[in-house]
């Protein structure tokens, strides 16, 4: 999942099923790339649901935060446009008997806010026989999620990618649609060119989605960003001593002490840049590999079918990807703790960067 929110640039990000009290600052840092998030989260109850959500400080304005027993609401400004609406981060209960306690609640909710609103999460209801693998459909409960989302006039996004959303992770799987997005027709207006993706699903029984707004998706250069994680990297304080000994030797006898702090700080930043990138290429490589044979695989059961065998091998590459990202992170946790004044110049000349202007894209993942 970080790959993803690195890779998109997310906007704001929503979890479902955490099943999780509460989240430390640390934990929840792990998840910025650029800039800050303002995050809020909705208690799991003993080892059932759980939300978390987070929107990036630089593009929205939280101004209120709602709370209910499925549901974990915010008003949001774009700060760019101004534009004000909803988004409700939802987790249906998978006990069917509280379906109806979960649909008024939603309706309740939704019924009450004035500005446009876009409702995603896992609703663990489907919407139509096709959403289901298998002939096993409850159909009161169908009529009764459709009559809800028709009573808010709201519209499904549709999804490009994967078929189904979830799936039990057996040989012979259920896979079902249970994770959705829906828009109100103001905000559909607002974002005419929106689009929802599903993204390859690693590590978890449920597929993430990717709201893209559509809004003027130029992009600038990616900025740069140090990771502390690299002082643990065999080498680095050297390497970057003799770096800047170079810097300073070869452009500094004819500059002045500002002009030659902002030359080393630019030589640093492209030159970090370019390594950080090289960094674990190789693993990178490898990782690229399995996921594009899983993915031809996930095509596969969508067109011809896949066999007992066919899914034990899915899981096998799906269980070398997560061990490569674990890994990755552990790594990445076993910071070297490093001081003197090396760590101190290189936190300062790489902390000073011109500001990034946001785009008006809202990026999502589910």
């Known amino acids: 999942m970080l790959d993803y929110l690195r890779s998109e640039k997310v906007d704001f990000v929503g979890l479902q099923e955490t099943i999780r009290h509460d989240f430390s600052a640390s934990e929840l840092r792990r ?34 935060w709602r709370k209910g027993n499925f549901y974990l609401s915010a008003h949001l400004l774009q700060r760019r446009t101004k534009q004000k609406w909803w988004f409700m ?25 004035q500005d446009p609103v876009v409702l995603g999460g896992d609703f663990n209801l489907i919407r139509r026989v096709g959403d289901k693998n298998n ?17 808010l006039s709201l519209r499904e996004v549709a999804r490009v990618g994967a078929r189904y959303t979830w799936t039990n992770k057996q040989l012979s799987p259920v896979r079902c649609v249970l994770d959705r997005l829906f828009v109100s027709p103001a905000w559909e207006a607002w974002f005419p060119l929106c689009s929802l993706t599903a993204i390859t699903r690693i590590g978890s029984d449920h597929t993430p989605l990717l709201l ?11 900025r740069f960003i140090f990771q502390t994680w690299w002082f643990g990297v065999p080498g680095f304080l050297d390497l970057v001593k003799g770096k800047l000994g170079s810097f300073l030797s070869d452009f500094g ?13 630019r030589l640093t930043r ?3 840049k370019g390594w950080g990138t090289n960094l674990g290429k190789e693993k990178r490589d490898c990782k690229a590999r399995l996921l594009a044979q899983v993915e031809a695989l996930d095509a596969v059961p969508d067109s011809s079918g896949l ?3 066919g899914w034990a091998f899915r899981y096998h590459l799906e269980d070398q990807v997560v061990l490569l990202d674990s890994l990755e992170e552990e790594y990445c946790a076993n910071v070297v703790v490093c001081s003197g ?16 202007g946001g785009d008006g894209s809202v990026v999502f993942l589910v």
């Open 31 to 64: 998840l910025e790339f650029g800039s800050q998030f303002n995050w809020n989260w909705l208690p799991a109850i003993g080892h059932s649901g759980g939300l978390l959500l987070g929107f990036r400080d630089e593009v929205f304005e939280v101004g209120v």
């Open 89 to 113: 981060l939802v987790y249906g209960h998978a006990d069917h008997q509280r379906t109806g306690e979960f649909l008024s609640e939603l309706v309740r909710e939704v019924s009450s806010y």
């Open 135 to 151: 002939a096993n459909v409850n159909w009161p409960r169908v009529h009764r999620f459709n009559d809800a989302i028709a009573n």
């Open 212 to 222: 893209k707004s559509g809004a003027d998706e130029r992009c600038g250069p990616s």
């Open 253 to 265: 006898p004819h500059r002045g002490s500002i002009d030659l702090w902002m030359c080393v700080a």
């Open 270 to 272: 492209q030159f970090l």
């Open 307 to 309: 066999d007992e065998e």
């Open 341 to 356: 004044s090396l760590k101190g110049t290189l936190a300062r000349l790489t902390s000073m960067r011109l500001p990034m």
